[in-house]
């Protein structure tokens, strides 16, 4: 990373494909950067997007959210809608003048632990290009006042 | 053979460096000497030179670039087609061709083979295209095998595909050649 | 269809004839061929073999050159250039630093825009089944089709789907009505690039083909390689000599049997040009002595 | 003010090598609310859970976290430990410090900081976790067994045996699966017919198995213990009941020249058929895409020769519902595509065929009648090549992994050759020879060293035709890959085991994860080998990877042992992991606005309208109310409630914003 500075990264993981993904990155010994901090959930379907303001207004410069790929969500469809109800959240995040690149979406199975080290690792990069994010603090209070 | 006196620079570093994969890669199949055509006249069937490669020992470097080997190499790719592993054979082949004249101690046996490229080298480089007469003439000097191929030249001249003279008088630029070929690493 | 043209050096000397029946066959076929101008030689096997950057250095001033006269697309019959051609084109664009330290050498700019084709990509183009029917003649012969290693491997270059059983040629073999046999040999390699330093591997690999072929009753060999060509015709004496067999069965260019279909004859397709003499009355006719069982069980 | 516990473990090096526990518990002393922070070595040690035991006593601690390895691994066992020493479960949490930092981390200051954060972020979710308590629920005592091979076989008598009732579903018109179609078996060499015939006929007439053959599942909803199985009966055009399989139909029969599935294309069967002699159920089924009635609507032979008029050509497909209390997956493995191999010719070539073909030219019930003759003329081969590892281990092509079974068979195959032909000449290209398990090397040895099989330590680069003769070219690794050429009059391809098609798509049907290669994945690699990722469901035999015979029946018998297990009681104890709309006394101050989007959202129709009445009847409001039994705890309800008024027990709203909170702050 030529940028210096540290990122702090949150991923939201559902329990039962990402979650244990991230498991068989460890159980395989795969390295990756050490910004992330997982919070787990029982299904993407619980994630509520404010969730993502919140990390943004306590500082956070970016964030993961992660879970089965479509069809293999263990709650049938839980990833589907948190699919759906993204399309419009993102719009009004955008709105808030939050710089969308801080967000990742991703699909990570269970059987895939070197993909999440990758995704990790690809985040990390790209947000240290980015700088500490700022947007919130600056611009999404005073439009949200 | 003692697994004692490595090299600092190995040579199987240099190949992963110039393929990308390291030669451990290779399981040793025997696929690859399966199906080499040109297997029957090498001192080292092609998957004996890749186990060399793995054991990163100095005396098995010398046996691979010593090796008549790397010059029977015909480049048809039949090996790399049905690798199993997608190990790059020919490729390993130019490099290690190009290792064993760097460090000069190519086989006995492949010196009319290098002769024929140098020769036919020379000819592009002064004639820009390949000439049959300047290259056999160049390769004949090279290696004094003057009765060579003796009839077929008269043949050939007689079914019209031996040109006397060159069709073409263009140097290529000394820029093409070799010295300036060693800046060029190799693509992964 | 106008097309770009790398004849390659041996359209000059030793394949005259391959360039005689292309060059004869390409106005009935509507192909209006443009060479590229100044064109030097691709650097064959001997440049890869001991000068790798010569071995990028020459076809990349090749295609630098056809992009220079506006070609998106470029033939090249010789199946050797082709293979060459084609295999620095997918290096030079698999990396950028060595793509430029190359256009640094050759002192051009190189895009890589140009497409390289091999012969039998242009001809299934221009010789379709409906084109063949309007062929004065048609070609009625048993023939096997050699596509040897340079127009099949590696798969990476040269596209080919099928590259343990190709079969481009033989249909293009059907469509002028000829029968092309299964055969063993279709990719095995002639071994062209020792044919001048090592005669007798040469001898034995070529004598292979040519077993198989006159095995099966071929009254021909179809090629579209001249490395090929010269092995397995210029070579026939050593080729006997090594395996103490006598082979009648004459080698033909794709395009010199093309040529035959519409009705050209032998003297505009270099014919003459052939050491073994094309004549396709007679079966080729030689005896093979049985095989043993596990060869190199020694 | 909450007491909580801290307790950082070691796992030995695996965290304590790049993690600094001490510090890391140092640290979470300080967090306001822990009142107890101490590492060791192992915390799942008996010592180490009577730490947790001894401070939840001492400091009489309200939350513990134990920060350790993934939750996915212990978390039972330490929410048990606090459950003995009298503290809710539920207000135990785990920190993952191995799968998630030590283990993919290097040792480093950032590593540790990384560890203090995941724990405090844990401390602050126990902070706020409430008793919860486990939820009962009802049991129906019916195993459904997807798939009717040796394993499904062998689970589903276990289970029947047991008490309990099965109801097996197969696609194909018989059960018996690949193992029904094997010669003989290793290491024993005993016909595979007689051992698996007696266990089939078993299945058929056991009170407690119902058998579902030609059907598939359609779809499988509900949970562990109350799943219903949609199962779609494809019409066999039989009145099963009356058909007494004698076989007339078959004779009658004038399209004779479909190739037989069971003989691998090697022998022909009619239109109408059964698959096989000793077929369960011993019922013909017709195939539609081959019978002139439903092509051309003519010919209706079968008809009018069955003495029983059991034919019903005008017969349609049949879904039927079961209430099913747990799953086994036995839907076993096929072998890989035949189009893999276009240097040893497969499909070129009649006389190169898959091991599977080979099996059945060896079976006395296969189209030779056991005799050894090649497809192509019906010779006796006198040389034969059998190349092993033919797909397997070839990541080029894709398929990277030891299909585990194919050395073995290989072995047999050239056993049971040279004992058929005995002037005849058995050779085996072979890489490695796998042959791991009780009598297995001794076997192999045999063939080597009895029967005199020449084993070539090499791989084949290519298989050609010349002169009626299979050229095998290949190399002998142990004589300096010298060069070897074989001319053979039939070659055997060791054919890669893969996931069967549609692997895929019953998983999503299922919910249970798989793997890369489509295989069903197994809860955990070492001690949960049999179960999966969804509560309820089980695997057995080669669906899960390709397994040999006692290998399945084994792990077969193991799932049985689940579902017996699961079944000894009457209810289950459930997660109380589940939804609740708030519903503070009285009634009426329930938040919840009645939008219902939650009801939509929810994929277990766990939602319930309630009316909330006054005294008099009178209804004051309608709102959501989840029913626990249903609802598997996605949660998908929370995110979509407006009005905040549903929360998801142990993943609370004020759970997660004090986890993220704490995370950067």
Redesign the interface.
């Known amino acids: 990373m030529e940028n210096s500075f540290?990122p702090?990264i949150?991923a939201f993981v559902c329990?039962?494909?990402t979650?244990?993904g991230?498991?068989l990155?460890?159980?395989s010994?795969?390295?990756?950067a050490?910004n992330v901090?997982?919070?787990?959930?029982?299904?993407t379907?619980?994630?509520?997007?404010n969730?993502l303001l919140?990390?943004f207004e306590?500082?956070?410069d970016g964030v993961i959210v992660s879970g089965c790929h479509p069809?293999?969500?263990?709650?049938?469809?839980?990833n589907f809608?948190?699919r759906r109800?993204w399309i419009v959240f993102r719009q009004m995040m955008e709105y808030m003048g939050i710089d969308m690149r801080r967000v990742k979406f991703s699909w990570v199975?269970?059987?895939?632990g070197a993909k999440w080290?990758e995704i990790v690792n690809e985040t990390v990069q790209e947000i240290c290009d980015l700088d500490p994010s700022k947007e919130f603090s600056e611009t999404a209070i005073q439009k949200v006042a | 053979m003692s697994i004692a006196n490595h090299v600092d620079v190995t040579l199987a570093e240099t190949v992963q460096d110039e393929i990308g994969m390291s030669v451990n890669h290779c399981?040793?199949?025997?696929?690859?000497?399966?199906?080499?055509p040109a297997?029957?006249e090498m001192d080292?069937?092609?998957?004996?030179i890749m186990r060399l490669l793995q054991t990163r020992e100095a005396a098995s470097e010398m046996k691979i670039l010593g090796s008549y080997t790397i010059w029977l190499c015909l480049a048809c790719h039949?090996c790399d087609a049905?690798?199993?592993?997608?190990v790059d054979l020919p490729r390993i082949m130019d490099i290690l061709r190009a290792e064993s004249l760097r460090r000069k101690v190519v086989h006995r046996g492949a010196r009319d083979i290098i002769a024929f490229h140098k020769s036919f080298l020379h000819t592009i480089r002064h004639f820009g295209r390949m000439w049959e007469v300047g290259l056999v003439a160049g390769y004949k000097l090279r290696t004094r095998h003057f009765w060579q191929d003796i009839v077929l030249a008269p043949l050939m001249l007689k079914k019209g595909k031996l040109a006397l003279l060159p069709s073409y008088h263009k140097k290529l630029s000394s820029r093409f050649f070799s010295n300036a070929g060693r800046e060029v690493e190799q693509p992964k | 269809m106008k097309i770009g043209l790398y004849p390659g050096c041996s359209f000059e000397g030793s394949a005259r004839e391959y360039a005689e029946s292309l060059r004869a066959i390409a106005p009935p076929l509507g192909m209006e061929l443009e060479e590229v101008e100044g064109w030097s030689c691709c650097g064959a096997s001997s440049a890869h073999a001991i000068d790798h950057g010569l071995s990028l250095a020459l076809p990349a001033s090749i295609l630098a050159q056809a992009e220079r006269q506006k070609m998106d697309e470029m033939v090249v019959p010789c199946a050797a250039c082709f293979n060459r051609l084609a295999s620095a084109k997918s290096d030079l664009a698999a990396n950028a630093r060595v793509r430029q330290q190359v256009a640094d050498m050759i002192g051009m700019s190189y895009a890589g825009t140009t497409i390289v084709r091999n012969i039998l990509e242009v001809l299934d183009r221009v010789l379709t089944p409906e084109v063949s029917k309007t062929f004065p003649n048609t070609f009625p012969h048993k023939v096997v089709c050699y596509y040897g290693c340079l127009l099949v491997r590696p798969k990476s270059v040269t596209r080919e789907g099928?590259?343990?059983?190709p079969v481009q040629m033989d249909e293009l073999m059907n469509r002028i009505g000829a029968k092309p046999l299964?055969w063993?040999m279709k990719t095995e390699c002639c071994g062209a690039s020792l044919s001048v330093t090592r005669t007798d591997v040469v001898g034995r690999l070529s004598g292979n083909i040519l077993e198989?072929a006159a095995?099966r009753g071929a009254e021909a060999i179809i090629v579209a390689c001249p490395m090929c060509h010269s092995n397995l015709d210029m070579r026939r004496k050593d080729i006997e000599r090594t395996t103490g067999k006598k082979f009648s069965i004459p080698i033909l260019y794709v395009t010199q049997a093309i040529g035959l279909a519409l009705g050209l004859d032998h003297k505009q397709l270099g014919m003459q040009r052939h050491f073994v003499p094309v004549d396709l009355k007679g079966k080729s006719k030689i005896q093979i002595k049985p095989?043993t069982?596990?060869?190199?069980?020694? | 003010m909450s007491r909580v516990g801290v307790f950082i473990c070691h796992c030995g090096e695996n965290i304590g090598a790049t993690v600094d526990c001490r510090k890391v518990a140092e640290t979470c002393a300080a967090i306001p609310g822990v009142s107890y922070s101490v590492d060791y070595k192992y915390m799942c040690s008996d010592p180490g859970q009577n730490l947790i035991r001894e401070a939840i006593k001492q400091k009489n601690l309200t939350g513990v976290v134990v920060a350790a390895c993934?939750?996915?691994m212990h978390e039972p066992t330490f929410r048990k430990t606090c459950a003995a020493e009298g503290l809710n479960p539920y207000m135990c949490e785990m920190a993952?410090l191995?799968?998630?930092c030590s283990?993919?981390?290097?040792k480093?200051d950032?590593?540790t900081?990384?560890a203090i954060?995941?724990v405090s972020?844990m401390v602050e979710k126990v902070k706020r976790n409430k008793p919860l308590y486990s939820i009962k629920v009802p049991v129906t005592k019916t195993a459904l067994v997807i798939g009717g091979g040796i394993a499904g076989i062998q689970a589903a008598l276990d289970i029947a045996n047991a008490g309990q009732k099965v109801v097996i579903v197969e696609r194909e018109p018989s059960i018996g699966g690949h193992m029904s179609q094997l010669s003989e078996t290793f290491p024993t060499l005993d016909c595979s017919q007689c051992i698996l015939t007696p266990r089939m006929v078993e299945v058929a007439q056991h009170p407690n198995i119902t058998l579902y053959t030609y059907s598939e599942v359609e779809s499988l909803t509900g949970f562990i213990g109350n799943f219903t199985a949609r199962i779609r009966k494809k019409a066999r055009g039989i009145d099963e009941k009356a058909c007494t399989g004698c076989g007339d139909c078959s004779t009658a029969c004038p399209f004779k020249k479909n190739p037989s599935e069971f003989n691998m294309g090697l022998g022909m069967r009619s239109a109408i058929y059964i698959p096989f002699p000793q077929a369960v159920p011993n019922k013909p089924v017709i195939d539609r895409a081959q019978c002139s009635y439903y092509l051309r609507g003519k010919c209706q032979f079968c008809v009018t020769k069955c003495p029983a008029n059991a034919i019903q050509l005008d017969q349609e497909d049949e879904l039927i519902d079961i209430p099913v209390g747990s799953v086994v997956v036995s839907t076993g493995f096929n072998i890989v595509d035949t189009s893999f191999f276009?240097?040893y010719g497969y499909g070129?070539y009649k006389d190169v065929v898959t091991g599977l073909q080979f099996e059945r030219l060896l079976s006395a019930s296969g189209p030779t009648l056991g005799e050894v003759k090649r497809p192509s003329d019906g010779k006796v081969p006198k040389?034969i090549v059998f190349i092993a590892?033919a797909g397997s281990?070839?990541?080029?092509?894709g398929i990277e992994y030891c299909s585990k079974i194919c050395c073995m068979y290989t072995a047999k195959h050239a056993m049971l050759y040279r004992h058929e032909v005995h002037d005849g000449d058995a050779y085996v290209f072979y890489?490695d020879i796998r042959a791991g398990g009780k009598g297995y090397d001794e076997f192999v040895r045999r063939a080597i060293e009895e029967d005199n099989v020449n084993y070539i330590?090499?791989?084949?680069?290519?298989v050609?035709?010349?002169?009626g003769k299979l050229?095998v070219?290949?190399?002998?690794?142990l004589l300096?890959?010298?060069?070897?050429?074989?001319?053979a009059d039939m070659v055997v391809l060791a054919t890669a085991g893969v996931a069967n098609a549609g692997a895929e798509e019953l998983?999503?049907k299922l919910?249970v994860?798989?793997?890369?290669h489509h295989f069903f994945?197994e809860a955990h690699p070492k001690l949960r080998p049999v179960e999966t990722?969804?509560a309820g469901i089980f695997l057995a035999g080669a669906c899960q990877s390709p397994k040999d015979i006692p290998d399945s029946v084994s792990q077969a018998s193991a799932a049985a042992s689940k579902v017996v297990g699961m079944f000894s009681g009457d209810e289950l104890t459930r997660e109380p992991?589940v939804a609740v709309v708030n519903r503070s006394a009285p009634p009426a101050f329930s938040t919840c606005v009645g939008c219902f989007m939650c009801q939509s959202?929810c994929?277990?129709h766990a939602i319930e309208r309630e009316e909330i009445k006054t005294r008099d009847g009178k209804i004051i409001k309608t709102v959501a109310k989840v029913n626990p039994g249903l609802c598997?705890?996605?949660?998908?309800c929370?995110?979509?409630c407006r009005s905040d008024s549903i929360d998801?027990q142990g993943?609370s709203?004020e759970q997660?914003?004090a986890?993220?909170?704490e995370?950067?702050?």
């Open positions: 540290e702090k949150v329990n039962w494909c979650y244990a991230a498991d990155t460890g159980t010994r795969t390295k990756y050490t901090r997982i919070v787990r959930f029982p299904c379907g619980r994630i509520d997007y969730l919140k990390a306590q500082g956070a069809n293999d969500c263990h709650y049938t469809s839980g809608h948190a109800r199975s269970a059987a895939e080290a | 399981y040793q199949c025997g696929k690859c000497s399966a199906g080499c297997a029957n080292f069937a092609p998957s004996i039949t049905r690798c199993p592993m997608d | 099928r590259i343990e059983d299964d063993g198989d095995g095989q069982g596990v060869k190199a069980a020694v | 993934s939750p996915r993952n191995r799968e998630h283990w993919v981390h290097t480093s950032a590593t900081e990384k954060d995941l972020m276009p240097e070129k040389k590892c281990r070839d990541p080029a092509k890489m330590r090499g791989r084949v680069s290519r050609y035709e010349r002169g050229i070219r290949g190399a002998d690794t300096g890959a010298q060069q070897v050429e074989i001319e998983a999503q919910h994860s798989y793997d890369s994945a990722n969804t992991v959202a994929p277990f598997q705890g996605c949660g998908t929370v995110a979509f998801l993943y709203n997660v914003y986890e993220v909170m995370l950067m702050s």
